[in-house]
């Protein structure tokens, strides 16, 4: 167990498709004391009627339905954190926009980031590993290039190309709270 996640705060793990964000966060949270696996792609599919996924048209009902899923996984991390569960967010985190929203409904808990950045061709190809029906049928080249613009200075950037999910695991237990943190505690008096 490792005790300094173990306290009121939470860590997201973005990434691409296929970067390894379920398989990590899983990792990490059966190595807490009490932790709870927040998913967007478990909060998605709660939209029965009218759902428009994250990359299709209309864009602008895409965009709302993705703050949406921000709002319902803050909210979990909230519920779960108030009930003594480390939060542990799987989402993918497109631009800062997304990140600022989310940072402003965890407040005031402390937030790690650790965004897990494979190479494109390591992605690829754990896309295609993956079984059917997980796949992405899509490209995510320009969302890897996006993300990097936006996150390799926020947080974690974190190259996983040649780790396995174990291996990325243990580093991010070791190093996220000095190399993660992207929203400090803030007290009640604003200090």
């Known amino acids: 167990m490792f005790s300094h996640f173990d306290n009121a705060g939470c860590l997201i793990l973005s990434g691409t498709p296929a970067a390894g964000k379920s398989t990590v966060a899983r990792l990490l ?22 759902g428009v996924a994250v990359n299709a048209e209309p864009r602008a009902e895409a965009e709302r339905q993705l703050l949406l899923r921000a709002h319902n996984i803050c909210a979990l991390a909230n519920n779960f954190s108030e009930f003594g569960f480390y939060p542990v967010l799987d989402h ?24 897990l950045a494979p190479s494109i061709e390591v992605a690829t190809q754990r896309n295609a590993d993956r079984q059917a029906q997980e796949r992405v049928h899509y490209g995510f080249a320009e969302l890897r290039a996006e993300m990097k613009a936006e996150f390799a200075d926020c947080g974690w950037y974190f190259d996983t190309s040649e780790l396995s999910a174990e291996e990325t695991a243990d580093a991010i237990q070791r190093e996220a709270s000095t190399r993660a943190l992207v929203a400090p505690r803030v007290s009640r008096y604003g200090a």
């Open 92 to 115: 993918v985190l497109p631009n800062r926009g997304v990140l600022n929203l989310m940072l402003s409904l965890l407040r005031p808990r402390p937030v790690l980031l650790v965004t």
């Open 29 to 50: 949270c059966e190595r807490m004391t009490r932790s709870a696996h927040v998913k967007g792609d478990d909060v998605s599919p709660m939209i029965v009627s009218g």
